[in-house]
């Protein structure tokens, strides 16, 4: 034994410096392996290594590859340089992985670089809802760093490293190897189909840390035109032939063509507000139900409601805006309207203005929030944009005396504010106001005097757990904002002739939190929508007075309430996504024709999505390209929807803004 141990001994002492750097290697290529497995939302704090290993699969191979070509330009180093050279590396890619994997539980992808430095984003104030997404067991991440410290340590003071030089034939090969990774790195980021990954799919192929080198390489191509291909061109036409295929008037029982025609719009945008909270109730430990969004559930009895697979990506909340304002998907690498802030569209602010209506958006955000001021005005045809930053420095909530809530300008505040741009119209003006209310941001951090004004019960409390209790008291915050801003629009007339769009932007708490929801048994029997697996869905409200009836077009039971006083009068089993928004809205006014856009003599529509009203297919394309849903194979070119729309965006299809 005595032996075999003496034996060990020597072979970790003779090839120490060996073992030193190939632990290293494999330390890098595990964590990159766990930050794919967490970048799925079913895993998003578990460390799941052969479900990681699996979603890697063959990209194991130029991840290795590309380590192995990081770590041996420590060969050009002498002495204990060359160590010093490896353990940068394994650093570097410990801390962007580490950095990266919060971002990717926020935003479903890794952050950019070049996102972080353009001017546009200085100001952002999303920093609090990133770091929410840190959980203690992260620190695992960083429990190898503590061994390399002690090998590196005990390698330097027992003269264990090998020191011996190399030889110049070894040198000039790395020097070749650095010529092969800069050109590898050249060819990664000019290339088309690297470039239609997502930016998760990135992270596999390379790690981390290549993707923000290719990250920083792209930069000299900032809003540079992608060529659009014939065949690409060819595939969009038979998209739009597929679309028009799958569009049945008689499917639309309710007769909902032109039902808004000629009507007002209003639009408020809901920061992560899911489908379970509309029309449902929450039972304290009194035994008193309350409803959680009452002022909503009044417009119900007259609107059409939508329950949607969230589509958004990299721009999150600003995606919900492309999808709703174009009809175009995201782009799948980067955040649209940050780096493709010059390409054109066509809105529906455009149509809109059009059609003489004076068109305005105001978000609680501050413009510089995902480039707004950059996008809103000059790219989406408003006639103007305000942001949450020019709302009165002396103005309150005149409901419990706050000013912020969640990190923004409390709702209230936002919506008396709009309230003050809505008195400028005339009675003649007709209008489309787009408003992107903040209040049920993340971290949900509601505060102490809006839950006591609502539930205030420490018992249920701990039994949802203190993040879907406070998200819940929110959700109630918001709808208690908008009923007070429709009581006062309606009391100055403008209800009779204005259709209300309320709608969620993306996913709220079973999104980000379904971990930190403790769903006990008890509730899980009462409130279905409590479990941490529950899918979920964003709600799309269309009301207005013309329209009979609660009716809901959605994928499943837990899409819509389980309160018998809100049944809907009818209910369509459909799949559907956030990019089926406008093609829905355009047909009910009417307005369906208008997006259309002519290039080379060829005439297109530009809305890629279905009208949810007319569709007889059952899919969605989320954000990473999973397919909800299946699409009949007579329809496969409906599969390349997101490809296709990400292509029209970067190659400028519909035209580019001047500078």
């Not at 003779?14 to 290697?25: E, G, H, N, R």
């Not at 639309?252 to 920061?271: K, P």
């Not at 004076?358 to 955000?365: D, E, R, V």
């Not at 005005?377 to 706050?402: C, K, M, Q, R």
């Given at each position: 034994?005595?032996?075999?141990?003496?034996?060990?001994?020597?072979?970790?002492?003779?090839?120490?410096?060996?073992?030193?750097?190939?632990?290293?290697?494999?330390?890098?290529i595990?964590k990159?392996?766990?930050?794919?497995?967490?970048?799925?939302?079913?895993?998003?704090?578990?460390?799941?290594?052969?479900?990681?290993?699996?979603?890697?699969?063959?990209?194991?191979?130029?991840?290795?590859?590309?380590?192995?070509?990081?770590?041996?330009?420590?060969?050009?180093?002498?002495?204990?340089?060359?160590?010093?050279?490896?353990?940068?590396?394994?650093?570097?890619?410990?801390?962007?992985?580490?950095?990266?994997?919060?971002?990717?539980?926020?935003f479903?992808?890794?952050?950019?670089?070049?996102?972080?430095?353009?001017?546009?984003?200085?100001?952002?104030?999303?920093?609090?809802?990133?770091?929410?997404?840190?959980?203690?067991?992260?620190?695992?991440f960083?429990?190898?760093?503590?061994?390399?410290?002690?090998?590196?340590?005990?390698?330097?003071?027992?003269?264990?490293?090998?020191?011996?030089?190399?030889?110049?034939?070894?040198?000039?090969?790395?020097?070749?190897?650095?010529?092969?990774?800069?050109?590898?790195?050249?060819?990664?980021?000019?290339?088309?189909?690297?470039?239609?990954?997502?930016?998760?799919?990135?992270?596999?192929?390379?790690?981390?840390?290549?993707?923000?080198?290719?990250?920083?390489?792209?930069?000299?191509?900032?809003?540079?035109?992608?060529?659009?291909?014939?065949?690409?061109?060819?595939?969009?036409?038979?998209?739009?032939?597929?679309?028009?295929?799958?569009?049945?008037?008689?499917?639309?029982?309710?007769?909902?063509?032109?039902?808004?025609?000629?009507?007002?719009?209003i639009?408020?945008?809901?920061?992560?507000?899911?489908?379970?909270?509309?029309?449902?109730?929450?039972?304290?430990?009194?035994?008193?139900?309350?409803?959680?969004?009452?002022?909503?559930n009044?417009?119900?009895?007259?609107?059409?409601?939508?329950?949607?697979?969230?589509?958004?990506?990299?721009?999150?909340?600003?995606?919900?805006?492309?999808?709703?304002?174009?009809?175009?998907?995201?782009?799948?690498?980067?955040?649209?309207?940050?780096?493709?802030?010059?390409?054109?569209?066509?809105?529906?602010?455009?149509?809109?203005?059009?059609?003489?209506?004076?068109?305005?958006?105001?978000?609680?955000?501050?413009?510089?929030?995902?480039?707004?001021?950059?996008?809103?005005?000059?790219?989406?045809?408003?006639?103007?944009?305000?942001?949450?930053?020019?709302?009165?420095?002396?103005?309150?909530?005149?409901?419990?005396?706050?000013?912020?809530?969640c990190?923004?300008?409390?709702?209230?505040?936002?919506?008396?504010?709009?309230?003050?741009?809505?008195?400028?119209?005339?009675?003649?003006?007709?209008?489309?106001?787009?408003?992107?209310?903040?209040?049920?941001?993340?971290?949900?951090?509601?505060?102490?005097?809006i839950?006591?004004?609502?539930?205030?019960?420490?018992?249920?409390?701990?039994?949802?757990?203190?993040?879907?209790?406070?998200?819940?008291?929110?959700?109630?915050?918001?709808d208690?904002?908008?009923?007070?801003?429709?009581?006062?629009i309606?009391?100055?007339?403008?209800?009779?002739?204005?259709?209300?769009?309320?709608?969620?932007?993306?996913?709220?708490?079973?999104?980000?939190?379904?971990?930190?929801?403790?769903?006990?048994?008890?509730?899980?029997?009462?409130?279905?929508?409590?479990?941490?697996g529950?899918?979920?869905?964003?709600?799309?409200?269309?009301?207005?007075?013309?329209?009979?009836?609660?009716?809901?077009?959605?994928?499943?039971?837990?899409?819509?309430?389980?309160?018998?006083?809100?049944?809907?009068?009818?209910?369509?089993?459909?799949?559907?996504?956030?990019?089926?928004?406008?093609?829905?809205?355009?047909?009910?006014?009417?307005?369906?024709?208008?997006?259309?856009y002519?290039?080379?003599?060829?005439?297109?529509?530009?809305?890629?999505?279905?009208?949810?009203?007319?569709?007889?297919?059952?899919?969605?394309?989320?954000?990473?390209?999973?397919?909800?849903g299946?699409?009949?194979?007579?329809?496969?070119?409906?599969?390349?929807?997101?490809?296709l729309?990400?292509?029209?965006?970067?190659?400028?299809?519909?035209?580019?803004?001047?500078a």
């Amino acid at each position: 034994m005595k032996n075999v141990l003496m034996k060990i001994k020597d072979f970790f002492v003779k090839y120490y410096s060996v073992i030193f750097v190939v632990m290293m290697l494999l330390a890098c290529i595990i964590k990159q392996i766990y930050f794919v497995a967490m970048s799925d939302n079913n895993y998003h704090f578990a460390f799941k290594f052969f479900y990681g290993l699996s979603h890697v699969g063959w990209y194991i191979i130029p991840l290795t590859i590309t380590y192995i070509a990081l770590f041996s330009f420590g060969l050009l180093f002498n002495n204990i340089g060359r160590y010093l050279w490896v353990s940068v590396i394994y650093i570097a890619a410990t801390v962007f992985v580490f950095a990266d994997l919060a971002y990717t539980r926020f935003f479903q992808g890794p952050s950019s670089l070049f996102w972080r430095i353009m001017p546009h984003n200085a100001n952002n104030n999303v920093t609090m809802s990133i770091w929410v997404h840190y959980s203690p067991k992260d620190v695992l991440f960083f429990i190898d760093l503590i061994v390399f410290i002690f090998m590196f340590i005990w390698g330097i003071i027992y003269k264990l490293f090998d020191y011996r030089k190399v030889k110049l034939v070894s040198k000039l090969g790395t020097i070749l190897g650095s010529i092969f990774m800069i050109c590898f790195i050249s060819i990664i980021a000019s290339n088309k189909t690297v470039n239609s990954l997502n930016a998760t799919k990135k992270a596999s192929a390379y790690g981390n840390l290549i993707y923000h080198m290719i990250d920083i390489a792209q930069l000299p191509n900032y809003n540079a035109n992608v060529k659009m291909s014939n065949s690409e061109k060819i595939s969009y036409e038979k998209y739009e032939t597929a679309l028009k295929a799958d569009s049945d008037a008689s499917l639309d029982t309710l007769n909902y063509s032109n039902i808004l025609a000629d009507s007002n719009l209003i639009v408020l945008q809901l920061e992560a507000i899911e489908s379970f909270v509309i029309g449902n109730t929450i039972e304290t430990s009194d035994g008193v139900k309350h409803e959680i969004t009452p002022n909503i559930n009044k417009l119900l009895n007259h609107c059409l409601q939508l329950n949607l697979e969230e589509q958004v990506h990299l721009g999150n909340s600003s995606d919900c805006d492309l999808m709703f304002m174009t009809g175009q998907y995201p782009v799948s690498s980067v955040i649209t309207f940050n780096q493709y802030e010059k390409s054109d569209y066509v809105s529906l602010a455009d149509v809109f203005n059009s059609k003489g209506y004076k068109t305005s958006y105001l978000n609680g955000a501050y413009g510089s929030t995902w480039n707004y001021t950059g996008v809103m005005s000059s790219t989406l045809g408003f006639n103007e944009a305000h942001y949450g930053n020019e709302v009165p420095a002396d103005w309150v909530d005149d409901i419990y005396g706050l000013r912020n809530v969640c990190g923004y300008i409390s709702d209230n505040c936002l919506l008396r504010y709009e309230e003050e741009i809505l008195n400028k119209y005339s009675d003649t003006d007709k209008f489309y106001n787009h408003i992107v209310l903040c209040s049920s941001h993340l971290p949900y951090h509601c505060p102490d005097i809006i839950n006591e004004g609502f539930l205030n019960d420490n018992k249920l409390k701990s039994k949802l757990g203190g993040y879907l209790y406070s998200y819940i008291s929110l959700a109630h915050y918001v709808d208690e904002c908008i009923g007070r801003f429709i009581n006062s629009i309606e009391g100055k007339g403008l209800l009779d002739n204005t259709s209300i769009v309320i709608m969620g932007d993306h996913g709220g708490i079973h999104k980000y939190m379904s971990n930190r929801t403790k769903a006990k048994t008890e509730g899980k029997k009462k409130y279905k929508w409590m479990t941490s697996g529950a899918s979920y869905s964003v709600p799309v409200v269309i009301y207005n007075k013309n329209i009979n009836g609660y009716n809901v077009i959605g994928n499943n039971g837990s899409d819509y309430n389980y309160n018998d006083k809100y049944k809907p009068t009818t209910y369509q089993k459909k799949i559907g996504g956030q990019i089926d928004i406008l093609p829905t809205l355009s047909y009910m006014y009417g307005i369906s024709d208008d997006f259309k856009y002519t290039n080379n003599s060829k005439t297109l529509s530009t809305l890629m999505g279905r009208n949810m009203l007319k569709t007889s297919l059952n899919y969605s394309i989320k954000s990473t390209g999973y397919i909800t849903g299946s699409i009949p194979s007579d329809y496969s070119v409906l599969k390349k929807g997101k490809y296709l729309s990400n292509q029209l965006i970067k190659s400028r299809y519909f035209g580019k803004k001047d500078a």
